[in-house]
């Protein structure tokens, strides 16, 4: 389970046409997380997920981990990620992905509104922004 994007679909069932914005904080009190790290660089570019999931390393970390998280229920037409979250634990830390014992997770949060959309450095050619 992934708490963000069950907290996105959420919101776009319950306010559909609505573009909203929401950044927090939570933690993952029980359950162990699937996290991903970037090696160095890629010595290719990354064009397509593909080879972006292929070239990240995926690790199973404990918790409690706490996480900082942005998301949008749609892409104003600025080529954002809808949802993106990084997080750290005791000696562990990286870009979370989901829970891995959605029967025992437990998680606590503290979520925001956001007034506003900016975009900064839109990524030149469109489409896929990476990870």
């Not at 690790?59 to 990084?86: I, Q, R, W």
Request: glycine fraction near 12%; proline fraction near 6%; aromatic fraction near 10%.
């Amino acid at each position: 389970t992934n708490l963000i994007t069950s907290m996105r679909q959420a919101l776009l069932e319950g306010f559909p046409g609505l573009n909203i914005g929401l950044g927090g904080v939570f933690q993952i009190n029980k359950s162990s997380a699937k996290i991903h790290i970037m090696p160095d660089f890629s010595s290719t570019p990354l064009t397509a997920e593909e080879a972006a999931t292929k070239w990240l390393k995926y690790y199973s970390m404990p918790s409690p981990m706490t996480m900082l998280s942005v998301m949008v229920t749609n892409d104003p037409g600025l080529d954002l990620k809808v949802e993106h979250t990084h997080g750290w634990g005791e000696g562990c830390g990286g870009h979370y992905h989901t829970d891995e014992e959605p029967g025992t997770v437990e998680y606590w949060g503290y979520f925001n509104l956001a007034e506003e959309c900016v975009r900064l450095d839109r990524p030149t050619g469109g489409g896929w922004t990476g990870v």
